[in-house]
């Protein structure tokens, strides 16, 4: 088996994690980095990732040195959110002539806010014949295609309500700037108001993805975002809250059909959510037939999933026929644990 060869840009808490795992896998080899980091340029890849030995691999913040389709079968990008700070980067990728996978929010349903952009995505990829998907543990992952595989076996779904509960402790300054943490609920609001706060990103992908994978015509989404107001101090190495001020963002996104509401996803965020007996976890209700309630305590691991995710699903879009794809367009993912997980068909 010739592993495939695999290109890491962006090598941040991420990135990194990935290149690590990607490391460990005898089917995948790191043939070349790219971050815009002046600390990181010019380093070897090995130790930048700090794994004790040297990889062989040249960081680089030039891309357009190491884009060769020749010795690149897929790369895998993880810099920002946003589509349209990304896109400039993908279209250097495609136009290289090779796969991608982002894990950018706004890319695991490109259409749901940049139709145009998504447009221009799926031909540039069919142009020159290789895939890019947008995934990610939310969205990708737990609000979208796990319900959506839950009602594989459902005759009818009248309404669906996900709710992931989890813990912000781990993350850092950005993580806590977005979601608002250490903010007074004032600021909270002023912050939402002027978009410097915006909670989760990715409620419109993930509704759309379930809407379009079931057929349920949502046509209308809305969203709201509440402070979680602690009333214990709570801290961590980044932010310190005191009782009164802002733990977190309670997000919900809905879709609806008309008049009638038939998607409800809940994500509130916190630090140390166990300091007010929060407890974590994933929970998903399908309501039709039949009725179904799953849930996974405390909730799937965020950087973990995110991680694993991506790299999982590498011979799966090196495999699949050229375009823009999201996660419900894919074969399910699966952990890459031997030989058969890299040749499962499309
Ligand atoms: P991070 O800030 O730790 O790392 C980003 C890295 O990318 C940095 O090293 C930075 O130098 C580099 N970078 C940024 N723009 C670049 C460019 N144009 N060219 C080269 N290098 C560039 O962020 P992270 O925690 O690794 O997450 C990356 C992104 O993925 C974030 O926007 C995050 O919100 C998103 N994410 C999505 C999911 C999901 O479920 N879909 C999950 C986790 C993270």
Redo the contacts with the bound molecule.
Sequence with gaps: MNPIRVLQ???????SGMAKLTLDKPGLKIVAA????PDYTGKDLGEVLGVGKQLGVKVT?R?EDVLNKHEVDIVII????WLKDQIA?LRKILNAGINCIS???EM?DAEAQNPELARELDSLAKKNGVTILG??????FVLDLLVVALTGGSHNVERIEASRVNDLSPYGT?VMNSQGVGTTPEAFRAGIADGSIVGH??FPESIRMISDALGLGVDRIEQTREPIISKVRRETPYVAVEPGMVAGCSHIGVGYRGSQEVIRLIHPQQIHPNLENQETGDYINIYGKPEIHMSIKPEIA??IA?EGIAVNMIPLVVAATPGLKRMIDLPVPAALMGESAYSRRN
């Design positions: 840009w962006g090598l941040g808490a991420m990135g790219v971050d815009g980091r913040n891309p993880a810099t920002t959110s980067d894990i950018a929010e695991s995934t990610g543990v939310n969205p990708g950005t990103v990715g965020g950087g995110t």
